[in-house]
Nanobody, 126 residues
Framework: QAHLVESGGGLVQPGGSLRLSCVAS???????????MSWYRQAPGKERELVAI???????TYTDSVKGRFTISRDNAKNTLYLQMNSLKPEDTAVYFC?????????????????WGQGTQVTVSS
């Protein structure tokens, strides 16, 4: 459905901040603005976890563990998804992936049928 490339990961101390980006291209369904975009993460030895979602109408939802610390946003003119991460904790350490789902894919199926990027590593450590 789309080609996704994440960037912005790295090593940061606890309490620090990072901003992840995900640039989208090669859409098979209209344009970026119609896609439901999400950030997931997967820590070593753990299952992939949905972190945040932003809909085409800019409605956002977050998993409880990141509420008040992370902000998902999008720039449709730049075909780019962002995740601003503040007050980072060691438990935020994971590979972060973006996911793009066209409107025909229900939210509960986006992990199976949406498009994925290659991921970017975020490590929170002193």
């Amino acid at each position: 459905q789309a080609h996704l490339v994440e960037s912005g990961g790295g090593l940061v101390q606890p309490g620090g901040s990072l901003r992840l980006s995900c640039v989208a291209s090669e859409f098979t369904f209209s344009s970026f603005s119609f896609y439901r975009m999400s950030w997931y993460r997967q820590a070593p030895g753990k299952e992939r976890e949905l972190v945040a979602i932003i809909t085409p109408t800019n409605t956002t939802t977050y998993t409880d563990s990141v509420k008040g610390r992370f902000t998902i946003s999008r720039d449709n003119a730049k075909n780019t998804l962002y995740l601003q991460m503040n007050s980072l904790k060691p438990e935020d350490t994971a590979v972060y992936f973006c996911n793009a789902a066209s409107p025909v894919i229900p939210q509960e199926a986006q992990d199976r049928f949406g498009s994925w990027g290659q991921g970017t590593q975020v490590t929170v450590s002193s």
